[in-house]
């Protein structure tokens, strides 16, 4: 049985870049759960989920959070499940200040770290991880990986075919 992703936001602001996440989890067959919990504003809750988190039948866990509000490192700090950090781009530093709470973690507290609003890329990397233990989805992302070649294949003819009529 496929583990359940968690994706979490530090706050519906969020939410039009993390649907990605989760339109990308959907497409893949993962299934997941969306949650608003935040660091800062609610840790006592945000702690509780991640604690229990592996209990509940998740695999891991996706964070995504805006200026320097380390959602991801309070999650990865109460769970031994892969957290995946999103750093959102916005306030005043327009997300380098995200970027770098998100990558910056203690030695032994990991999280993983895609782009400024890397939505799609967290979903693809949570896949990756559990396809780990789950052959079904191991080849599912190979098949996906074999249909990003064709089109960039295919576009590199077209590409060719212009080139060729100049």
């Given at each position: 049985m496929i583990r359940k992703v968690a994706v979490i936001m530090g706050s519906d602001s969020d939410w039009p870049t993390v649907k990605g996440t989760c339109a990308q989890l959907k497409a893949l067959g993962i299934p997941y759960e969306a949650h608003i919990l935040s660091a800062h504003r609610t840790p006592a809750a945000a702690a509780e989920f991640a604690k229990s988190a592996r209990a509940n039948g998740f695999g891991v866990i996706v964070c995504a959070a805006g200026m320097a509000a380390h959602l991801a490192g309070a999650f990865a700090a109460?769970?031994?499940?892969?957290?995946?950090?999103?750093?959102?781009?916005?306030?005043?530093?327009?997300?380098?200040?995200?970027?770098?709470?998100?990558?910056?973690?203690?030695?032994?507290?990991?999280?993983?770290?895609?782009?400024?609003?890397?939505?799609?890329?967290?979903?693809?990397?949570?896949?990756?991880i559990l396809a780990l233990s789950d052959e079904g989805l191991a080849e599912k992302l190979a098949a996906a990986r074999a249909e990003m070649e064709a089109q960039i294949a295919e576009k590199e003819a077209k590409l060719q075919t212009e080139l060729a009529a100049l």
């Open positions: 109460n769970t031994t499940l892969p957290v995946i950090g999103i750093p959102m781009k916005g306030g005043a530093a327009d997300g380098l200040d995200a970027l770098l709470s998100t990558v910056q973690m203690p030695s032994g507290i990991p999280v993983a770290t895609v782009a400024l609003n890397g939505a799609k890329n967290a979903a693809w990397l949570a896949a990756e």
